[in-house]
């Protein structure tokens, strides 16, 4: 189940990419970028911006989705829908899609094999992300071995968050895992992400072990990892694996928050701010005190 390929992504590994996100996450955390990735199936995505009011989806739609109560505001039953796709295809100014699709991993890795000009030019490559790769681990390891055999550079994009055999698996069929950590404090990784994170810890620390290309990626936001206790909690796992592993920092960004409207999710997060530039660059200062090579990037995609 792919929610879409999207090219020339150039914060997604080296090079120039296309990047394969698919769908399913066993986390929801707060600040997610991309909530159309958290469930497995597909789902109904309506944008209010774009919609004119016209009905047709309403007059359309064979399982009563749209509806009005009795004020007379529209209402959305989205448990009805079966993702048909008739009010798609209805509405006129654009503002309904169904986000979920399914691929086979041969349709994938041929459609994603088609820019290997681009690839090898740029040293890029293609990434899987999400949502969680390790969610469709057979499908993903299928697609990077496709791939890998067609020549191009394969990073997953991976929050670690699976059993270690499914990692373990990925990572043998990939050239490079970007490793989202998030917190290594229990309690706000719970409480930021609705997870436990001794798997996770565990599993980054087996990855060291193993012959493979590891990046770890820290998206910093204000009041969730930005601060002095969890800024060293974080610096001295990181210093304690079982080699030095290179950290790229990212910072969170508000620019989902019309993901969240559109498929009718609260946000959970919107008090969250990413820090400035200048404060994380005095957090990758710190770290590399710490020993820890640490880069900064622009934004990120939690």
Not at 38 to 51: F, K, V
Not at 89 to 108: H, K, L, N, Q, Y
Not at 198 to 221: F, G, K, P, S, Y
Request: charged share 20%; with cysteine; aromatic share 6%.
């Amino acid at each position: 189940m792919v929610v879409r390929i999207q090219r020339l992504s150039v914060h997604d590994g080296p090079g120039i990419r296309s990047t394969l996100f698919l769908k399913g996450c066993p986390m929801r955390c707060r600040y997610c970028h991309n909530p159309e990735t958290w469930h497995a199936g597909p789902q109904l995505a309506i944008s209010a911006r774009l919609c004119k009011g016209l009905g047709h989806c309403r007059e359309i739609c064979p399982r009563g989705v749209f509806g009005t109560n009795p004020t007379g505001a529209r209402t959305i039953d989205r448990d009805r829908c079966d993702f048909c796709g008739a009010c798609v295809t209805a509405c006129r100014a654009g503002a309904i899609e169904i986000v979920g699709t399914r691929m086979s991993p041969e349709d994938c890795a041929e459609k994603l094999a088609r820019d290997l000009v681009f690839f090898r030019r740029s040293g890029g490559g293609v990434t899987l992300s999400g949502g969680e790769p390790l969610f469709q681990a057979g499908f993903s390891c299928r697609v990077a071995a496709l791939l890998r055999q067609a020549g191009v550079h394969v990073a997953v994009e991976t929050a670690g968050c699976a059993s270690w055999e499914a990692l373990r698996r990925l990572a043998t069929q990939s050239d490079l895992v970007l490793f989202d950590l998030k917190h290594v404090l229990p309690e706000a990784h719970r409480t930021w992400t609705h997870a436990g994170n001794a798997q996770i810890l565990e599993n980054l620390a087996r990855l060291a072990h193993m012959d493979v290309e590891v990046t770890v990626r820290l998206t910093l936001a204000e009041g969730f990892n930005t601060d002095d206790e969890s800024l060293e909690a974080i610096g001295r796992f990181l210093a304690a694996l079982a080699r030095p592993l290179p950290v790229e920092l990212l910072t969170l960004h508000g620019f989902a928050e019309h993901k969240y409207e559109r498929l009718g999710i609260p946000h959970g997060a919107a008090e969250l701010v990413g820090p400035s530039r200048q404060m994380v660059g005095a957090m990758a200062r710190r770290l590399a005190a710490m020993g820890i090579e640490a880069k900064v990037l622009a934004d990120g995609q939690a």
